[in-house]
């Protein structure tokens, strides 16, 4: 569903909701919002991307390094050492002060381990070489802008009046809860807006499992349970 198909719902949803209370602009503003909010908490645009490893720099600016980096992936950052990649654990600062001291003094080499401090890459140690591509980043990515009708979303690519991307078609009405618990809120109308707020909390949740399934592996003859079944009479 793009842009213009969002906000017709949305108004029809509210009916009430005129032009006078509430412009395109300041419904499109919050479906874009809405559609953030969304890929946040579902962490739902996953992307890999290199970048490049400079020998000695302790600090990597996630958001400049990698395309609309919103969060870090489950499957974190990963080095190349010059031949194969290797994992590298995830730690917070403070464990970095508790189990290595001197770190931030520490003589550079491959990096083992880094932490995130906002969206700064702090590996340990830092690498003892420039290398283009040295690191590979799991992430999630931050949806564009809608600022057309014809835009989407979840687009495929970078095309985003392009095609949509199905398998996540199914959070338009996420996003739409999204725009009405906002909107019911800016009209004073606390509790309607209670009733959205909860309603989009729980579509989220079952949106949760609904992306998260894979079918393939539930049926697999590889990975299927291999337990006796149980009747249910």
Known sequence: MNLGNLRTLARFYMSTLTTSKASNTVIDLILNEGTLDVAHRLGCLKAIQNFNATADTGEYRLSSVLTRYLDIGDEGIWWNDGTTWEEIEPKTIKALDNFFPRWRDDDSGDPQRYALHGDLFIPH?????????????????????????????????????????????????????????????????????????????????????????????????????????????
């Open 125 to 233: 140690p830092t690498p003892d070489t420039t290398l283009a591509n040295g690191f590979k980043a799991y992430f999630i990515q931050r949806p564009p802008t809608m600022t057309a009708d014809a835009h989407f979303p979840f687009p495929v690519g970078d095309t985003q009046a392009g095609t949509e991307r199905s398998d996540l078609a199914i959070l338009s009405d996420s996003i739409i809860l999204y725009c009405q618990w906002k909107v019911l809120y800016a009209l004073n109308k606390q509790v309607e807006a209670h009733e959205k707020h909860i309603a989009y909390f729980e579509d989220i949740e079952a949106k949760r499992r609904m992306i998260g399934l894979r079918r393939d592996i539930g049926h697999s003859d590889m990975t299927a349970f291999k337990g006796p079944r149980v009747s249910s009479e």
